[in-house]
């Protein structure tokens, strides 16, 4: 038996995390049994007051019992991704803002995200992923930028079993009948820069590792095709995302919560602290329980640099 003074901030949680203690209403009945009636224990610890701790020899056989909170089946799903014969569509809204010398800019557009399920080969899954009816695009550069997108409709996307992208690629027709496109695109847009836009589209077109690398900088793919699926242990999982680029790797951990009522599985996912990191990531999900389909998401990235505040905020939510 161990002898502690509860101290400003002290709660069960805390202290159980001190001494190894997986479920910490065992502090409270241990220091119950033990001690005298004016130092019971009813609610609240109170700050100054003796706390009787059980030796490792107890918390061992607490432990044993594997009843902490935690580890109830609730809080640690199996997400299965069953995606076959799925054919949806999301509303997605994008908000990307900067603060800078308290000074506030931010851009906001919509678009429809299509999602079908075309295959599966062994241990792969193939999508037609499409991005359409963009809406709220307020300058020439996001008009151009989203026509050019809509022209390479509809891209493929193969991922592994859990959901997780291996591959991102155009389709064959679409290389082949790129040389159409590009005229079509020179005629809607005729000026000298979207003339240079669409030289650079037809380069990235070309070099398939070079469209791979960027379709996976894409704040929706790389946000929808996460490791969601990974296993859960002691009510958590992580993960690894490219947060801004192939250079700011971040560590993500999940708890996840079964709501048998709507038959979903909750998701909320933070960044794991690093004291280092500049950067804040927050994400929400909500995943059909029977086939693990996403059926909305909220993801807030927020980053510092140079003294300028960066953030995007993703919000999609499956048509009905």
Request: aromatic share 12%.
């Given at each position: 038996m161990i002898l502690h003074f509860i101290r400003h901030g002290d709660t069960l949680q805390s202290i159980a995390d001190q001494i190894n203690l997986e479920n910490p209403l065992y502090i409270k009945e241990f220091h119950n049994q033990k001690c005298a009636g004016e130092d019971y224990i009813f609610e609240d610890l109170?700050?100054?007051?003796?706390?009787?701790?059980?030796?490792?020899?107890?918390i061992h056989k607490y432990n044993s019992k594997n009843d902490a909170p935690f580890k109830s089946p609730d809080k640690n799903p199996k997400i299965n991704f069953v995606p076959e014969h799925s054919d949806i569509q999301y509303k997605v809204v994008v908000t990307e803002s900067s603060f800078d010398d308290r000074k506030k800019s931010a851009n906001s557009f919509a678009y429809i995200f299509s999602l079908k399920w075309i295959k599966n080969e062994y241990t792969t899954h193939t999508f037609?992923?499409?991005?359409?009816?963009?809406?709220?695009?307020k300058e020439k550069i996001g008009d151009l930028a989203s026509t050019c997108l809509q022209s390479l409709n509809p891209i493929e996307i193969q991922t592994n079993l859990k959901g997780e992208i291996i591959t991102i690629s155009l389709l064959k027709e679409t290389i082949d009948n790129f040389p159409k496109i590009k005229e079509k695109l020179l005629d809607q847009f005729p000026d000298k820069y979207a003339e240079i836009y669409i030289e650079e589209l037809e380069y990235v077109v070309l070099n398939q590792e070079l469209f791979q690398k960027k379709m996976k900088q894409d704040w929706l793919l790389k946000t929808f095709f996460a490791p969601l699926r990974n296993e859960f242990k002691n009510g958590k999982s992580n993960f690894k995302i490219f947060l801004e680029n192939e250079n700011s790797v971040a560590d993500i951990q999940q708890s996840g919560t079964v709501n048998n009522e709507?038959?979903?599985?909750?998701?909320?996912?933070?960044?794991?602290f690093n004291e280092n990191n500049q950067t804040d990531f927050i994400g929400n999900y909500t995943l059909s329980a029977q086939t693990g389909i996403i059926k909305s998401m909220e993801i807030h990235n927020s980053y510092s640099q140079y003294n300028v505040l960066y953030s995007t905020e993703l919000k999609a939510d499956q048509i009905l």
């Amino acid at each position: 038996m161990i002898l502690h003074f509860i101290r400003h901030g002290d709660t069960l949680q805390s202290i159980a995390d001190q001494i190894n203690l997986e479920n910490p209403l065992y502090i409270k009945e241990f220091h119950n049994q033990k001690c005298a009636g004016e130092d019971y224990i009813f609610e609240d610890l109170v700050v100054g007051k003796k706390l009787f701790l059980p030796d490792n020899l107890t918390i061992h056989k607490y432990n044993s019992k594997n009843d902490a909170p935690f580890k109830s089946p609730d809080k640690n799903p199996k997400i299965n991704f069953v995606p076959e014969h799925s054919d949806i569509q999301y509303k997605v809204v994008v908000t990307e803002s900067s603060f800078d010398d308290r000074k506030k800019s931010a851009n906001s557009f919509a678009y429809i995200f299509s999602l079908k399920w075309i295959k599966n080969e062994y241990t792969t899954h193939t999508f037609h992923i499409s991005k359409t009816n963009f809406s709220n695009i307020k300058e020439k550069i996001g008009d151009l930028a989203s026509t050019c997108l809509q022209s390479l409709n509809p891209i493929e996307i193969q991922t592994n079993l859990k959901g997780e992208i291996i591959t991102i690629s155009l389709l064959k027709e679409t290389i082949d009948n790129f040389p159409k496109i590009k005229e079509k695109l020179l005629d809607q847009f005729p000026d000298k820069y979207a003339e240079i836009y669409i030289e650079e589209l037809e380069y990235v077109v070309l070099n398939q590792e070079l469209f791979q690398k960027k379709m996976k900088q894409d704040w929706l793919l790389k946000t929808f095709f996460a490791p969601l699926r990974n296993e859960f242990k002691n009510g958590k999982s992580n993960f690894k995302i490219f947060l801004e680029n192939e250079n700011s790797v971040a560590d993500i951990q999940q708890s996840g919560t079964v709501n048998n009522e709507r038959d979903e599985i909750i998701l909320s996912q933070t960044l794991v602290f690093n004291e280092n990191n500049q950067t804040d990531f927050i994400g929400n999900y909500t995943l059909s329980a029977q086939t693990g389909i996403i059926k909305s998401m909220e993801i807030h990235n927020s980053y510092s640099q140079y003294n300028v505040l960066y953030s995007t905020e993703l919000k999609a939510d499956q048509i009905l």
